[in-house]
């Protein structure tokens, strides 16, 4: 065992702070690493806050991260000390389930380890990334490609990264394909890079007009601000594909209106109180499908990274140190962010 120093909530309603937690030393099959960079998801808040109701505490939040290899057991590998590499949502899975047989461990029938507050179903807590280093399992530490002057920008793809680009693969986007993005916010912003770097016509969704211009340069084709009912009549029926990446409980049938025969809704957004109810009409009448998805595998995820390195996407990101953490959450909570926190993890000391 080791020490490593961490930042953590002791509960609901305290700020995150200076904390000791130990890691494991390396087994044969185990990679550690040094923390370099860590993003700041707003999981990381719901989870802090108990806002799920399922925190265990101390909680040391943390899965979007890029370090370095410090240590390899005895059989690993794919990796050696001295290498750039990334730990996602996962440090875990049953590994024997047909999902994980599929490569899709986040949808392991016994539950994934997460890679911060434990398995899924309820066992020993885990720590993530919000820590100066860390001992992970060789196959849930993924190759990073990316070039080192960036790798602060890489961290969020670990999460909002393969979020949103699990769902457009998933749905086939692709040339040809007309994709709405609802939301413009961490994983939003990911959504349009991503989409149109895949080749489709991106309508980017937006309450706040002040986000026209932004939209654009990220590479949006078109800006739809969604209060504005004129343009909303005018993408009515449009569009094979939304992937929604909005976090708060809002009216789903307005967006399903816009959907062509067959086409999807995916929900991404994990909001803390349930959506409203969408009428069914709004799905019956032209077939259309209301769907949600979940990060991606460790395949994917590595997919995802190669895909990403080779068009040059990163996150657009503000950096932080880490005893600014609990300020950025409540800048966070009012989207005071373009468009994602990640920590210097250099500054845990």
């Given at each position: 065992?080791?020490?490593?120093?961490?930042?953590?909530?002791?509960?609901?309603?305290?700020?995150?702070?200076?904390?000791?937690?130990?890691?494991?030393?390396?087994?044969?099959?185990?990679?550690?690493l040094d923390v370099l960079f860590c993003g700041v998801c707003h999981s990381d808040l719901h989870t802090a806050r108990n806002e799920w109701h399922n925190t265990l505490y101390p909680s040391v939040p943390g899965h979007e991260i890029v370090g370095r290899v410090t240590?390899?057991?005895?059989?690993?590998?794919?990796?050696?000390?001295?290498?750039?590499?990334?730990?996602?949502?996962?440090?875990?899975?049953?590994?024997?389930?047909?999902?994980?047989?599929?490569?899709?461990?986040?949808?392991?029938?016994?539950?994934?380890?997460?890679?911060?507050?434990?398995?899924?179903?309820?066992?020993?807590?885990?720590?993530?990334?919000?820590?100066?280093?860390?001992?992970?399992?060789?196959?849930?530490?993924?190759?990073?490609?990316?070039?080192?002057?960036?790798?602060?920008?890489?961290?969020?793809?670990?999460?909002?990264?393969?979020?949103?680009?699990?769902?457009?693969?998933?749905?086939?986007?692709?040339?040809?394909?007309?994709?709405?993005?609802?939301?413009?916010?961490?994983?939003?912003?990911?959504?349009?890079?991503?989409?149109?770097?895949?080749?489709?016509?991106?309508?980017?969704?937006?309450?706040?007009?002040?986000?026209?211009?932004?939209?654009?340069?990220?590479?949006?084709?078109?800006?739809?601000?969604?209060?504005?009912?004129?343009?909303?009549?005018?993408?009515?029926?449009?569009?094979?594909?939304?992937?929604?990446?909005?976090?708060?409980?809002?009216?789903?049938?307005?967006?399903?209106?816009?959907?062509?025969?067959?086409?999807?809704?995916?929900?991404?957004?994990?909001?803390?109180?349930?959506?409203?109810?969408?009428?069914?009409?709004?799905?019956?009448?032209?077939?259309?499908?209301?769907?949600?998805?979940?990060?991606?595998?460790?395949?994917?995820?590595?997919?995802?990274?190669?895909?990403?390195?080779?068009?040059?996407?990163?996150?657009?990101?503000?950096?932080?140190?880490?005893?600014?953490?609990?300020?950025?959450?409540?800048?966070?909570?009012?989207?005071?962010?373009?468009?994602?926190?990640?920590v210097d993890m250099a500054t845990i000391g």
């Amino acid at each position: 065992m080791s020490q490593a120093l961490a930042y953590a909530a002791q509960s609901a309603t305290t700020p995150l702070a200076p904390h000791t937690i130990e890691r494991r030393t390396p087994g044969q099959l185990d990679v550690a690493l040094d923390v370099l960079f860590c993003g700041v998801c707003h999981s990381d808040l719901h989870t802090a806050r108990n806002e799920w109701h399922n925190t265990l505490y101390p909680s040391v939040p943390g899965h979007e991260i890029v370090g370095r290899v410090t240590a390899v057991g005895s059989l690993v590998s794919k990796f050696k000390v001295g290498d750039i590499v990334g730990v996602g949502c996962m440090v875990d899975s049953c590994q024997h389930c047909q999902p994980c047989a599929e490569g899709i461990e986040q949808y392991c029938e016994n539950g994934f380890t997460g890679t911060y507050n434990g398995p899924m179903f309820g066992g020993e807590n885990t720590y993530g990334g919000y820590s100066s280093a860390m001992v992970v399992r060789e196959s849930f530490v993924l190759k990073i490609s990316h070039d080192e002057a960036s790798l602060a920008a890489v961290a969020p793809l670990l999460c909002a990264g393969i979020t949103t680009y699990s769902p457009l693969r998933q749905w086939n986007v692709g040339p040809g394909s007309k994709v709405g993005i609802v939301g413009l916010g961490g994983l939003g912003h990911m959504g349009v890079k991503i989409a149109a770097a895949m080749g489709a016509h991106v309508v980017l969704f937006t309450t706040s007009e002040s986000k026209r211009a932004d939209a654009l340069r990220l590479g949006a084709h078109e800006v739809v601000v969604s209060k504005n009912a004129e343009e909303m009549a005018a993408q009515a029926g449009k569009l094979d594909f939304i992937l929604n990446t909005v976090a708060a409980p809002h009216d789903l049938d307005a967006f399903l209106a816009l959907l062509k025969l067959d086409g999807t809704m995916t929900l991404v957004g994990a909001p803390d109180s349930p959506h409203p109810s969408p009428n069914v009409f709004s799905l019956i009448l032209k077939r259309r499908r209301l769907a949600g998805s979940l990060i991606g595998g460790i395949r994917e995820t590595q997919e995802m990274l190669d895909f990403c390195a080779k068009h040059g996407i990163v996150s657009d990101i503000e950096t932080i140190a880490m005893d600014q953490i609990n300020t950025a959450y409540e800048r966070m909570l009012k989207s005071d962010v373009k468009y994602r926190f990640v920590v210097d993890m250099a500054t845990i000391g």
